[in-house]
Protein backbone atom coordinates (compact mmCIF):
# COMPACT_ATOMS: atom_id res chain seq x y z
CA UNK A 1 0.00 0.00 0.00
CA UNK A 2 1.30 3.37 -0.83
CA UNK A 3 1.49 6.27 1.63
CA UNK A 4 0.09 9.15 0.53
CA UNK A 5 0.48 11.27 3.33
CA UNK A 6 3.28 13.05 2.37
CA UNK A 7 2.75 13.84 -1.20
CA UNK A 8 3.65 16.63 -2.66
CA UNK A 9 5.44 17.44 0.29
CA UNK A 10 8.92 19.52 0.77
CA UNK A 11 10.85 19.92 3.78
CA UNK A 12 13.07 22.94 3.59
CA UNK A 13 16.34 22.24 5.34
CA UNK A 14 16.17 25.38 7.68
CA UNK A 15 12.65 23.99 9.35
CA UNK A 16 15.06 21.21 10.97
CA UNK A 17 17.72 23.95 10.98
CA UNK A 18 19.96 21.67 13.61
CA UNK A 19 19.93 18.90 11.04
CA UNK A 20 22.89 18.52 8.89
CA UNK A 21 22.32 18.24 5.29
CA UNK A 22 22.88 15.04 5.49
CA UNK A 23 20.83 14.18 7.94
CA UNK A 24 17.81 16.06 6.40
CA UNK A 25 18.01 13.98 3.56
CA UNK A 26 18.28 10.79 5.63
CA UNK A 27 15.31 12.07 7.48
CA UNK A 28 13.27 12.62 4.34
CA UNK A 29 14.06 9.48 2.83
CA UNK A 30 12.63 7.51 6.16
CA UNK A 31 10.35 9.59 6.78
CA UNK A 32 8.87 9.22 2.95
CA UNK A 33 9.42 13.08 2.05
CA UNK A 34 9.88 13.85 -1.55
CA UNK A 35 11.31 17.10 -1.86
CA UNK A 36 13.70 19.20 -0.25
CA UNK A 37 14.00 22.92 -0.35
CA UNK A 38 17.52 23.82 -0.01
CA UNK A 39 19.94 27.22 1.59
CA UNK A 40 23.32 27.73 0.28
CA UNK A 41 25.06 27.52 3.98
CA UNK A 42 23.83 23.88 4.17
CA UNK A 43 24.97 23.27 0.91
CA UNK A 44 28.22 24.89 1.21
CA UNK A 45 28.65 23.10 4.70
CA UNK A 46 28.38 19.93 3.13
CA UNK A 47 30.07 20.39 -0.49
CA UNK A 48 28.10 21.41 -3.42
CA UNK A 49 29.10 18.35 -5.22
CA UNK A 50 28.86 16.43 -2.54
CA UNK A 51 25.29 17.57 -1.74
CA UNK A 52 24.38 16.87 -5.62
CA UNK A 53 24.98 13.69 -5.45
CA UNK A 54 23.66 12.73 -1.85
CA UNK A 55 19.96 14.37 -2.71
CA UNK A 56 20.17 12.40 -6.39
CA UNK A 57 20.94 9.36 -4.90
CA UNK A 58 18.45 9.86 -2.46
CA UNK A 59 15.80 10.51 -5.08
CA UNK A 60 14.74 13.95 -3.82
CA UNK A 61 13.31 16.49 -5.70
CA UNK A 62 14.77 19.80 -4.85
CA UNK A 63 12.52 22.24 -4.66
CA UNK A 64 14.20 25.68 -4.51
CA UNK A 65 17.70 26.95 -3.44
CA UNK A 66 17.27 30.15 -0.64
CA UNK A 67 18.72 32.41 -1.73
CA UNK A 68 19.99 34.61 -4.45
CA UNK A 69 18.88 38.69 -4.00
CA UNK A 70 20.18 41.69 -1.98
CA UNK A 71 20.41 43.89 -4.93
CA UNK A 72 20.76 47.38 -2.36
CA UNK A 73 24.25 45.59 -1.50
CA UNK A 74 27.20 46.44 -3.24
CA UNK A 75 29.18 43.29 -5.20
CA UNK A 76 25.68 41.39 -5.72
CA UNK A 77 26.46 40.48 -8.84
CA UNK A 78 29.48 37.37 -8.35
CA UNK A 79 27.34 35.99 -5.43
CA UNK A 80 24.12 35.55 -7.88
CA UNK A 81 26.03 33.99 -10.43
CA UNK A 82 27.24 31.64 -7.79
CA UNK A 83 23.96 30.95 -6.52
CA UNK A 84 22.60 30.66 -10.38
CA UNK A 85 25.34 27.88 -11.24
CA UNK A 86 24.28 26.29 -7.49
CA UNK A 87 20.95 25.51 -9.21
CA UNK A 88 22.45 23.89 -11.67
CA UNK A 89 24.58 21.36 -9.88
CA UNK A 90 22.09 20.62 -7.90
CA UNK A 91 19.41 19.95 -10.45
CA UNK A 92 16.93 22.51 -9.39
CA UNK A 93 15.99 25.12 -11.99
CA UNK A 94 14.57 27.61 -8.97
CA UNK A 95 16.28 30.49 -7.23
CA UNK A 96 14.20 32.17 -4.36
CA UNK A 97 15.44 35.81 -4.24
CA UNK A 98 15.11 37.73 -1.11
CA UNK A 99 15.79 41.40 -2.66
CA UNK A 100 17.28 43.46 -0.04
CA UNK A 101 16.43 45.80 2.07
CA UNK A 102 17.20 49.59 2.15
CA UNK A 103 20.99 50.64 1.77
CA UNK A 104 22.73 50.81 5.16
CA UNK A 105 21.47 54.74 6.40
CA UNK A 106 19.28 55.31 2.99
CA UNK A 107 15.80 56.37 3.49
CA UNK A 108 15.13 56.33 -0.05
CA UNK A 109 13.10 53.28 -0.89
CA UNK A 110 11.99 54.14 -4.55
CA UNK A 111 15.68 53.91 -5.44
CA UNK A 112 15.99 51.05 -3.23
CA UNK A 113 12.94 49.27 -5.24
CA UNK A 114 14.44 50.61 -8.89
CA UNK A 115 17.81 49.06 -7.76
CA UNK A 116 16.07 45.18 -7.51
CA UNK A 117 14.11 45.77 -10.82
CA UNK A 118 17.62 46.58 -12.39
CA UNK A 119 19.44 44.05 -10.35
CA UNK A 120 17.13 40.85 -11.46
CA UNK A 121 17.19 42.47 -14.97
CA UNK A 122 20.64 42.34 -15.02
CA UNK A 123 20.61 39.00 -13.16
CA UNK A 124 17.85 37.17 -15.72
CA UNK A 125 19.50 36.59 -18.93
CA UNK A 126 22.85 34.91 -17.24
CA UNK A 127 20.15 32.61 -15.22
CA UNK A 128 18.02 31.99 -18.13
CA UNK A 129 21.12 31.00 -20.37
CA UNK A 130 21.76 28.67 -17.23
CA UNK A 131 17.99 27.48 -17.30
CA UNK A 132 17.71 28.83 -13.83
CA UNK A 133 14.35 30.91 -13.01
CA UNK A 134 14.41 33.76 -10.49
CA UNK A 135 11.55 33.10 -8.17
CA UNK A 136 11.06 36.76 -6.00
CA UNK A 137 10.06 36.56 -2.84
CA UNK A 138 7.71 39.23 -1.56
CA UNK A 139 8.85 39.51 2.06
CA UNK A 140 6.37 40.47 4.99
CA UNK A 141 6.17 44.59 5.12
CA UNK A 142 7.97 43.98 8.65
CA UNK A 143 11.16 43.20 6.99
CA UNK A 144 10.77 46.36 4.31
CA UNK A 145 13.66 48.72 5.41
CA UNK A 146 16.37 45.31 6.32
CA UNK A 147 15.61 42.31 4.17
CA UNK A 148 13.11 42.93 1.00
CA UNK A 149 11.97 46.23 -0.20
CA UNK A 150 9.77 44.16 -2.21
CA UNK A 151 6.45 43.74 0.10
CA UNK A 152 3.63 42.43 -2.09
CA UNK A 153 2.76 39.56 -4.89
CA UNK A 154 1.20 42.58 -6.76
CA UNK A 155 4.56 44.29 -6.75
CA UNK A 156 6.94 41.26 -7.24
CA UNK A 157 4.56 40.58 -10.31
CA UNK A 158 4.65 44.31 -11.99
CA UNK A 159 8.63 43.62 -11.25
CA UNK A 160 8.69 40.43 -13.28
CA UNK A 161 6.69 42.25 -16.24
CA UNK A 162 8.97 44.70 -16.13
CA UNK A 163 12.32 42.74 -16.65
CA UNK A 164 9.98 40.37 -19.48
CA UNK A 165 9.66 43.83 -21.62
CA UNK A 166 13.31 44.91 -20.72
CA UNK A 167 15.28 41.29 -21.72
CA UNK A 168 13.25 39.55 -23.11
CA UNK A 169 13.59 37.53 -20.36
CA UNK A 170 10.45 34.94 -19.27
CA UNK A 171 12.50 33.10 -16.49
CA UNK A 172 10.78 35.59 -13.42
CA UNK A 173 8.60 34.65 -11.14
CA UNK A 174 7.49 34.90 -7.76
CA UNK A 175 7.78 32.83 -4.52
CA UNK A 176 4.47 32.11 -2.65
CA UNK A 177 5.14 32.41 1.12
CA UNK A 178 2.14 32.16 2.98
CA UNK A 179 3.75 33.90 6.17
CA UNK A 180 4.63 36.51 4.20
CA UNK A 181 1.56 37.87 2.04
CA UNK A 182 -1.01 36.53 4.06
CA UNK A 183 -2.95 39.84 5.13
CA UNK A 184 -2.23 41.30 1.49
CA UNK A 185 -6.24 42.44 0.42
CA UNK A 186 -4.96 41.76 -3.16
CA UNK A 187 -3.73 38.43 -2.67
CA UNK A 188 -6.16 36.00 -4.50
CA UNK A 189 -6.13 38.08 -7.22
CA UNK A 190 -2.89 38.53 -7.22
CA UNK A 191 -1.86 34.87 -7.02
CA UNK A 192 -4.45 33.97 -10.03
CA UNK A 193 -2.11 36.76 -11.96
CA UNK A 194 0.94 35.01 -11.53
CA UNK A 195 -0.80 31.22 -12.07
CA UNK A 196 -1.99 32.91 -15.52
CA UNK A 197 1.10 34.39 -16.38
CA UNK A 198 2.60 31.02 -15.34
CA UNK A 199 4.91 32.77 -12.74
CA UNK A 200 4.02 30.96 -9.35
CA UNK A 201 7.71 29.13 -9.51
CA UNK A 202 7.58 28.11 -5.58
CA UNK A 203 5.01 27.89 -2.55
CA UNK A 204 6.49 27.65 0.72
CA UNK A 205 3.89 27.56 3.83
CA UNK A 206 3.95 28.16 7.36
CA UNK A 207 2.14 29.95 9.95
CA UNK A 208 1.96 33.58 11.39
CA UNK A 209 2.28 33.50 14.93
CA UNK A 210 0.55 35.86 17.72
CA UNK A 211 1.68 37.25 19.22
CA UNK A 212 5.07 38.45 17.28
CA UNK A 213 7.99 37.18 19.49
CA UNK A 214 11.12 39.41 20.45
CA UNK A 215 13.20 38.20 17.37
CA UNK A 216 10.14 39.31 14.89
CA UNK A 217 12.50 37.19 12.22
CA UNK A 218 11.42 33.95 14.14
CA UNK A 219 7.43 34.19 14.72
CA UNK A 220 6.50 31.48 12.28
CA UNK A 221 4.96 28.42 13.56
CA UNK A 222 3.72 24.88 12.37
CA UNK A 223 0.58 24.89 9.71
CA UNK A 224 -2.18 25.14 11.94
CA UNK A 225 -0.49 26.87 14.92
CA UNK A 226 -1.19 30.51 13.66
CA UNK A 227 -3.95 32.78 12.24
CA UNK A 228 -3.43 31.76 8.30
CA UNK A 229 -6.28 30.10 6.38
CA UNK A 230 -3.56 27.93 4.64
CA UNK A 231 -5.89 25.46 2.83
CA UNK A 232 -7.36 29.08 0.73
CA UNK A 233 -3.88 29.62 -0.42
CA UNK A 234 -3.33 25.82 -1.31
CA UNK A 235 -6.37 26.24 -3.31
CA UNK A 236 -5.94 29.13 -4.44
CA UNK A 237 -1.96 27.89 -6.09
CA UNK A 238 -3.88 24.99 -7.25
CA UNK A 239 -6.50 26.77 -9.28
CA UNK A 240 -4.26 29.15 -10.76
CA UNK A 241 -2.27 25.92 -11.98
CA UNK A 242 0.12 25.36 -9.46
CA UNK A 243 1.06 21.79 -9.48
CA UNK A 244 4.73 21.89 -7.79
CA UNK A 245 5.43 21.17 -4.74
CA UNK A 246 3.82 22.89 -0.55
CA UNK A 247 7.59 23.59 0.87
CA UNK A 248 6.96 23.85 4.27
CA UNK A 249 9.46 26.72 5.80
CA UNK A 250 9.63 27.37 9.87
CA UNK A 251 11.82 29.88 11.11
CA UNK A 252 11.07 29.25 15.10
CA UNK A 253 13.57 28.91 17.87
CA UNK A 254 11.44 26.48 20.09
CA UNK A 255 11.34 23.93 16.47
CA UNK A 256 14.78 24.63 16.34
CA UNK A 257 15.57 23.06 19.79
CA UNK A 258 12.93 20.18 18.66
CA UNK A 259 14.50 17.11 17.52
CA UNK A 260 14.51 17.22 13.53
CA UNK A 261 13.12 13.57 13.65
CA UNK A 262 10.13 14.66 15.78
CA UNK A 263 9.71 18.28 13.63
CA UNK A 264 9.43 16.68 10.55
CA UNK A 265 6.46 14.07 11.75
CA UNK A 266 4.89 16.94 12.94
CA UNK A 267 5.27 18.63 9.52
CA UNK A 268 3.93 15.48 8.02
CA UNK A 269 1.11 15.56 10.20
CA UNK A 270 0.35 18.97 9.82
CA UNK A 271 0.37 18.75 5.81
CA UNK A 272 -2.04 15.22 5.92
CA UNK A 273 -4.32 17.24 8.36
CA UNK A 274 -4.03 20.13 5.53
CA UNK A 275 -4.43 17.96 2.68
CA UNK A 276 -7.51 16.62 4.06
CA UNK A 277 -8.81 19.88 5.12
CA UNK A 278 -8.74 20.11 0.79
CA UNK A 279 -10.90 17.40 -0.20
CA UNK B 1 8.32 88.46 16.52
CA UNK B 2 6.09 85.12 16.39
CA UNK B 3 7.47 81.89 17.04
CA UNK B 4 6.55 79.91 13.41
CA UNK B 5 8.50 76.39 15.11
CA UNK B 6 5.51 74.52 16.45
CA UNK B 7 2.70 75.37 13.10
CA UNK B 8 0.83 72.95 12.16
CA UNK B 9 1.91 70.41 15.31
CA UNK B 10 -0.37 68.96 17.14
CA UNK B 11 0.95 66.74 19.97
CA UNK B 12 -0.58 62.87 20.35
CA UNK B 13 -1.02 62.73 24.22
CA UNK B 14 0.10 59.08 23.81
CA UNK B 15 3.25 60.51 22.56
CA UNK B 16 3.86 61.80 26.20
CA UNK B 17 1.69 58.93 27.99
CA UNK B 18 3.28 59.39 31.48
CA UNK B 19 1.58 62.86 31.25
CA UNK B 20 -1.85 63.86 32.53
CA UNK B 21 -4.15 65.34 30.32
CA UNK B 22 -3.81 68.87 32.09
CA UNK B 23 -0.45 68.41 32.17
CA UNK B 24 -0.20 67.80 28.32
CA UNK B 25 -2.44 70.66 27.75
CA UNK B 26 -0.52 72.80 29.84
CA UNK B 27 3.08 71.78 28.07
CA UNK B 28 1.39 72.53 24.66
CA UNK B 29 0.24 75.80 25.64
CA UNK B 30 3.77 76.57 27.72
CA UNK B 31 5.89 75.03 24.29
CA UNK B 32 3.57 77.02 21.53
CA UNK B 33 1.99 73.66 20.38
CA UNK B 34 -1.59 74.88 18.62
CA UNK B 35 -2.92 71.25 18.40
CA UNK B 36 -3.46 68.42 20.52
CA UNK B 37 -5.13 64.52 19.46
CA UNK B 38 -6.94 63.23 22.37
CA UNK B 39 -7.51 59.25 23.43
CA UNK B 40 -10.50 58.53 25.15
CA UNK B 41 -8.96 57.00 28.15
CA UNK B 42 -6.91 59.95 29.01
CA UNK B 43 -10.36 62.03 28.38
CA UNK B 44 -12.25 59.70 30.78
CA UNK B 45 -9.90 59.82 32.93
CA UNK B 46 -9.85 63.87 33.58
CA UNK B 47 -13.66 63.96 32.88
CA UNK B 48 -15.63 64.35 28.94
CA UNK B 49 -16.64 68.38 30.45
CA UNK B 50 -13.38 69.08 31.99
CA UNK B 51 -11.56 67.99 29.09
CA UNK B 52 -13.66 69.74 26.99
CA UNK B 53 -13.36 72.78 28.63
CA UNK B 54 -9.57 72.36 29.07
CA UNK B 55 -8.69 72.34 25.77
CA UNK B 56 -11.10 74.98 24.52
CA UNK B 57 -10.20 77.68 27.12
CA UNK B 58 -6.21 76.59 26.24
CA UNK B 59 -7.17 77.80 22.59
CA UNK B 60 -5.86 74.02 21.35
CA UNK B 61 -6.99 72.53 18.02
CA UNK B 62 -8.63 68.99 18.79
CA UNK B 63 -7.62 66.86 15.94
CA UNK B 64 -8.71 63.83 16.45
CA UNK B 65 -10.00 61.92 18.82
CA UNK B 66 -8.57 57.98 19.19
CA UNK B 67 -10.56 55.43 18.88
CA UNK B 68 -13.47 54.13 17.55
CA UNK B 69 -13.86 51.05 15.77
CA UNK B 70 -13.12 47.09 16.83
CA UNK B 71 -16.12 46.25 14.76
CA UNK B 72 -15.07 42.56 14.66
CA UNK B 73 -15.92 42.73 18.22
CA UNK B 74 -19.15 41.98 20.00
CA UNK B 75 -21.39 44.84 21.03
CA UNK B 76 -19.10 47.31 19.28
CA UNK B 77 -22.02 49.99 19.16
CA UNK B 78 -22.74 51.55 21.90
CA UNK B 79 -19.13 51.66 22.46
CA UNK B 80 -18.83 53.62 19.10
CA UNK B 81 -21.44 55.92 19.45
CA UNK B 82 -20.18 56.87 23.24
CA UNK B 83 -16.98 57.37 20.90
CA UNK B 84 -18.47 59.86 18.37
CA UNK B 85 -20.90 61.50 20.94
CA UNK B 86 -17.09 62.45 22.42
CA UNK B 87 -15.72 64.30 19.66
CA UNK B 88 -19.05 66.60 19.89
CA UNK B 89 -18.39 67.43 23.04
CA UNK B 90 -14.12 67.57 22.94
CA UNK B 91 -15.38 70.20 19.86
CA UNK B 92 -13.35 67.47 17.22
CA UNK B 93 -14.93 66.28 13.60
CA UNK B 94 -12.23 63.43 13.05
CA UNK B 95 -13.04 60.12 15.39
CA UNK B 96 -10.28 57.83 14.48
CA UNK B 97 -11.56 53.60 13.66
CA UNK B 98 -8.71 50.86 14.84
CA UNK B 99 -10.95 48.24 13.07
CA UNK B 100 -9.89 45.34 14.81
CA UNK B 101 -8.44 41.97 13.95
CA UNK B 102 -9.78 38.15 13.71
CA UNK B 103 -11.91 37.25 16.33
CA UNK B 104 -10.41 34.49 18.84
CA UNK B 105 -10.30 31.40 17.12
CA UNK B 106 -10.91 32.66 13.78
CA UNK B 107 -8.63 32.68 10.56
CA UNK B 108 -11.83 33.80 8.29
CA UNK B 109 -10.04 36.90 7.22
CA UNK B 110 -12.61 38.00 4.18
CA UNK B 111 -15.33 37.46 6.59
CA UNK B 112 -13.59 40.18 9.70
CA UNK B 113 -12.86 42.48 6.75
CA UNK B 114 -16.52 42.13 5.36
CA UNK B 115 -17.89 42.57 9.61
CA UNK B 116 -15.68 45.81 9.23
CA UNK B 117 -17.32 47.15 6.60
CA UNK B 118 -20.82 46.32 7.48
CA UNK B 119 -19.59 47.58 10.99
CA UNK B 120 -19.01 51.04 9.26
CA UNK B 121 -21.95 51.71 7.15
CA UNK B 122 -23.87 51.27 10.33
CA UNK B 123 -21.91 53.67 12.58
CA UNK B 124 -21.43 56.02 9.37
CA UNK B 125 -24.88 57.72 9.76
CA UNK B 126 -25.29 57.94 13.11
CA UNK B 127 -21.52 59.92 12.77
CA UNK B 128 -23.18 62.09 10.10
CA UNK B 129 -25.97 62.56 12.02
CA UNK B 130 -23.83 64.39 14.77
CA UNK B 131 -21.52 66.05 12.25
CA UNK B 132 -18.26 63.95 12.66
CA UNK B 133 -15.91 61.82 10.16
CA UNK B 134 -14.64 58.42 10.84
CA UNK B 135 -11.20 58.29 9.58
CA UNK B 136 -9.93 54.56 9.26
CA UNK B 137 -6.80 53.74 10.14
CA UNK B 138 -4.84 50.91 8.22
CA UNK B 139 -2.26 49.28 10.75
CA UNK B 140 0.90 48.57 9.44
CA UNK B 141 0.14 43.89 8.68
CA UNK B 142 1.82 43.16 11.06
CA UNK B 143 -1.24 43.29 13.51
CA UNK B 144 -3.51 42.38 10.91
CA UNK B 145 -4.71 39.14 13.23
CA UNK B 146 -5.13 40.99 16.40
CA UNK B 147 -5.52 44.72 15.73
CA UNK B 148 -6.98 45.96 12.41
CA UNK B 149 -7.70 43.85 9.71
CA UNK B 150 -7.60 46.63 7.37
CA UNK B 151 -3.95 46.87 6.50
CA UNK B 152 -3.09 49.56 3.49
CA UNK B 153 -4.56 52.97 2.23
CA UNK B 154 -6.38 51.26 -0.70
CA UNK B 155 -8.00 49.04 1.17
CA UNK B 156 -9.38 51.88 3.63
CA UNK B 157 -10.56 53.87 0.78
CA UNK B 158 -12.15 50.93 -1.11
CA UNK B 159 -14.66 50.90 2.33
CA UNK B 160 -15.08 54.33 2.46
CA UNK B 161 -16.53 54.04 -1.09
CA UNK B 162 -18.38 50.89 -0.54
CA UNK B 163 -20.07 52.86 2.33
CA UNK B 164 -20.63 56.02 0.44
CA UNK B 165 -22.32 53.78 -2.20
CA UNK B 166 -24.39 51.80 0.77
CA UNK B 167 -25.34 54.60 2.92
CA UNK B 168 -24.96 57.71 1.01
CA UNK B 169 -22.79 59.03 3.88
CA UNK B 170 -19.59 61.57 3.05
CA UNK B 171 -18.40 61.28 6.10
CA UNK B 172 -16.27 58.26 5.81
CA UNK B 173 -12.04 58.88 5.19
CA UNK B 174 -8.69 57.77 6.62
CA UNK B 175 -5.90 58.56 8.98
CA UNK B 176 -2.53 58.53 7.17
CA UNK B 177 -0.17 57.56 9.80
CA UNK B 178 3.43 56.75 8.16
CA UNK B 179 4.75 54.02 10.66
CA UNK B 180 1.70 52.00 9.23
CA UNK B 181 2.40 52.51 5.60
CA UNK B 182 5.00 53.67 4.77
CA UNK B 183 6.40 50.74 2.80
CA UNK B 184 3.47 50.03 0.83
CA UNK B 185 4.44 50.29 -3.01
CA UNK B 186 1.23 51.90 -3.81
CA UNK B 187 0.90 54.24 -0.64
CA UNK B 188 1.80 57.78 -3.07
CA UNK B 189 -1.18 56.76 -5.76
CA UNK B 190 -3.32 55.81 -2.55
CA UNK B 191 -2.46 59.83 -0.81
CA UNK B 192 -3.51 61.05 -3.96
CA UNK B 193 -6.60 59.27 -4.38
CA UNK B 194 -7.61 59.88 -0.74
CA UNK B 195 -7.09 63.70 -1.49
CA UNK B 196 -8.76 63.57 -4.87
CA UNK B 197 -11.86 62.48 -2.93
CA UNK B 198 -11.60 64.61 0.16
CA UNK B 199 -10.47 61.58 2.37
CA UNK B 200 -7.49 62.63 4.29
CA UNK B 201 -9.01 63.74 8.13
CA UNK B 202 -5.78 63.01 9.85
CA UNK B 203 -2.12 63.19 8.94
CA UNK B 204 0.00 61.15 11.85
CA UNK B 205 3.54 60.98 11.69
CA UNK B 206 6.01 59.04 13.89
CA UNK B 207 9.20 57.02 12.48
CA UNK B 208 9.66 53.17 11.78
CA UNK B 209 12.64 51.77 13.82
CA UNK B 210 14.90 48.92 13.21
CA UNK B 211 15.50 46.15 15.02
CA UNK B 212 11.55 45.91 15.98
CA UNK B 213 11.91 45.40 19.55
CA UNK B 214 10.39 42.99 21.59
CA UNK B 215 6.84 44.80 22.12
CA UNK B 216 6.70 45.39 18.35
CA UNK B 217 3.91 47.83 19.02
CA UNK B 218 6.43 50.02 20.78
CA UNK B 219 8.39 50.20 17.59
CA UNK B 220 7.93 54.16 16.83
CA UNK B 221 10.50 56.57 17.30
CA UNK B 222 10.88 60.71 16.86
CA UNK B 223 10.69 61.84 13.17
CA UNK B 224 14.01 61.01 12.05
CA UNK B 225 15.13 58.20 14.22
CA UNK B 226 14.18 55.54 11.76
CA UNK B 227 13.98 54.25 8.66
CA UNK B 228 11.15 56.58 6.72
CA UNK B 229 10.89 59.42 4.25
CA UNK B 230 8.46 61.42 6.15
CA UNK B 231 9.22 64.62 4.40
CA UNK B 232 7.93 62.78 1.46
CA UNK B 233 4.78 61.80 2.82
CA UNK B 234 4.15 65.15 4.19
CA UNK B 235 4.80 66.44 0.70
CA UNK B 236 2.44 63.91 -0.60
CA UNK B 237 -0.65 64.73 1.33
CA UNK B 238 -0.35 68.87 0.93
CA UNK B 239 0.20 68.34 -2.47
CA UNK B 240 -3.38 65.87 -2.54
CA UNK B 241 -4.75 68.92 -0.70
CA UNK B 242 -4.77 68.05 2.83
CA UNK B 243 -3.84 71.51 5.11
CA UNK B 244 -4.45 70.16 8.41
CA UNK B 245 -2.33 69.46 11.08
CA UNK B 246 0.50 67.03 11.84
CA UNK B 247 0.45 65.09 15.03
CA UNK B 248 3.19 62.98 16.33
CA UNK B 249 2.16 59.59 17.85
CA UNK B 250 4.63 57.64 19.22
CA UNK B 251 4.68 54.64 20.86
CA UNK B 252 8.03 54.13 22.48
CA UNK B 253 8.80 52.55 25.77
CA UNK B 254 12.42 54.70 26.45
CA UNK B 255 10.26 58.00 25.39
CA UNK B 256 7.31 57.21 27.54
CA UNK B 257 10.10 56.98 30.30
CA UNK B 258 11.95 60.35 29.40
CA UNK B 259 9.86 63.50 30.69
CA UNK B 260 7.33 64.97 29.07
CA UNK B 261 8.24 68.44 28.66
CA UNK B 262 11.94 66.91 27.24
CA UNK B 263 10.13 64.83 24.89
CA UNK B 264 7.84 67.63 23.34
CA UNK B 265 10.84 69.56 23.02
CA UNK B 266 12.52 67.10 20.83
CA UNK B 267 8.82 66.84 18.43
CA UNK B 268 9.11 70.56 18.47
CA UNK B 269 12.88 69.86 17.20
CA UNK B 270 11.77 67.25 15.37
CA UNK B 271 8.82 68.90 13.38
CA UNK B 272 11.05 72.26 12.88
CA UNK B 273 13.77 70.50 11.24
CA UNK B 274 11.13 68.75 9.03
CA UNK B 275 9.06 71.72 7.40
CA UNK B 276 12.87 73.10 6.95
CA UNK B 277 13.32 70.03 4.98
CA UNK B 278 10.42 70.72 2.48
CA UNK B 279 11.30 74.31 1.46
Known sequence: MTDHTAEQLSLNVWTTKGWSLGE???GCVEQGVPGIGLWRDK??????????????EAGLTVTSLCRGGFFTSPDWQADNHAAVDECVALGTDVLVLVVGG?????????????AVTDGIAELAPYAESRGVKLAIEPL???F??????????????DIADEVAVRTGCRNV???????HIWWDPQVFAQIERAGAAGRILAFQVCDFLIPIPADALLGRG?????VIDIASFVRAVR????????EVEIFNQEIWDTPGDQTLRTVIDRHTQLLAELD
Chains 1, 2 share one sequence.
Open 24 to 26: AVA
Open 43 to 56: VAEHGLEASAKLVR
Open 102 to 114: LPSGSRDLAAARA
Open 140 to 142: HPM
Open 144 to 157: CADRAVVSTLGQAL
Open 173 to 179: GVCVDTY
Open 222 to 226: HVGDG
Open 239 to 246: EAGYKGFI
